[in-house]
């Protein structure tokens, strides 16, 4: 069996992907099957350059294709913050709640209809030899002044999705799956996946 890796200890991610590449015949491995693998540091200015750094750095380590991501909030009314520094934005220690915490006061004073935002993903594929290729997918919605909601981790308890009547954090993980922005980066990805193989 032919294998590929995903640049995350995410278990989560690693399902998604397990479940669009093992029919095409390949194993999937995390940061968590490989010897010496260490979480690439995040310097780049976009999603896209964070995402191609990860990606390029264990391709080049393993010399195996790579897929890599990355991703995060963006709120209009914040000109697009917390964007690439969403896992810590309220400091260098992740806190989903210190996060959480920093953007509903930043927003406080701001209406409704002006707390438009979205989830970002970029997707980037690293292969020895080849130019690396990047797919992107978001999810629309706003930020709600109350969290709601069990599911998910990050922004998901603030951020609603007018479609759905719902917080990302009140889908059930088969639901958010489905329409998140991950989900999306790796339905543009599938598309273009038979060049790739």
Do not use: W
Request: charged fraction near 30%.
């Amino acid at each position: 069996m032919k294998k590929i890796i995903i640049a995350t200890g995410n278990k989560g991610k690693a399902k998604e992907f397990e479940s669009m590449f093992a029919p095409l015949g390949y194993q999937v491995l995390t940061l968590h099957d490989l010897e010496g693998a260490v979480d690439v540091e995040e310097t780049g200015s976009t999603f896209e350059e964070n995402a191609i750094l990860k990606a390029e750095s264990l391709c080049e380590r393993f010399q195996t294709m790579v897929i890599a991501d990355d991703s995060g909030l963006m709120i209009d009314a914040l000109n697009g913050r917390p964007g690439v520094y969403s896992a810590r934005y309220a400091g260098e220690e992740k806190s989903d709640d210190a996060n959480m915490k920093k953007v509903l006061e930043e927003l406080k004073d701001v209406p409704k209809e002006q707390r438009t935002a979205r989830f970002y993903c970029a997707l980037a594929v690293a292969r020895p030899g080849e130019e690396t290729l990047t797919v992107s997918g978001t999810v629309e919605g706003y930020i709600q002044s109350e969290r709601q909601g069990e599911y998910g981790f990050g922004y998901d308890p603030i951020f609603y999705v007018p479609s759905l009547k719902k917080t990302m954090a009140q889908l059930r993980p088969e639901e958010k799956n489905a329409i998140s922005h991950r989900a999306n980066a790796l339905a543009t990805l599938k598309t273009t996946l038979h060049k790739l193989l």
